[in-house]
């Protein structure tokens, strides 16, 4: 399989579902391709269509063909709720070069949609292993 960089931009999102009893989520994104290596997004505070337009950029070994995304509403002195999540193929990124679409969250067990996100990446290849 190739091996190359991979930027991951988290855009924005939209419907998400709220998990804030009085007010609008403080949402953040977790992102990763293994789970101990993941980055996140600041968070965007009280707000139904958080806007991150923020990019981070991995290393992408042979053997990842996914990437995972976690929505979370921050609580203070609290560990996130989590909102919904996601595992992207990165078949199509490696293939064009390019990826960009929303991408549908859903809940641990996957029965209902907990909002979208909109996602960008750019591949760029080193080596085919």
């Known amino acids: 399989m190739v091996q190359g960089h991979l930027h991951v931009t988290i855009v924005e999102a939209a419907k998400l579902a709220d ?25 965007i505070k009280n707000n139904e269509r958080p806007v991150w337009d ?9 053997t990842h ?3 995972h995304i976690e929505v979370y509403d921050e609580d203070e002195g609290k560990k996130g709720k989590s909102i919904g999540s996601a595992q992207i ?11 960009d679409d929303w991408v549908q969250l859903s809940t641990l067990f996957g ?6 996100v909109h996602i960008r990446m750019t591949f760029e290849k080193v080596s085919d292993d």
């Open 111 to 116: 029965f209902s949609s907990q909002g979208d």
């Open 65 to 67: 063909q996914h990437i």
């Open 19 to 43: 998990k804030d009893q009085h007010t609008f989520n403080d949402s953040y994104v977790e992102v990763y391709l293994a789970e101990d290596d993941k980055q996140k997004t600041k968070t």
């Open 89 to 99: 193929s990165l078949d199509k990124v490696i293939k064009t070069g390019h990826y």
């Open 54 to 62: 923020e990019t981070f950029d991995f290393e992408l070994p042979s």
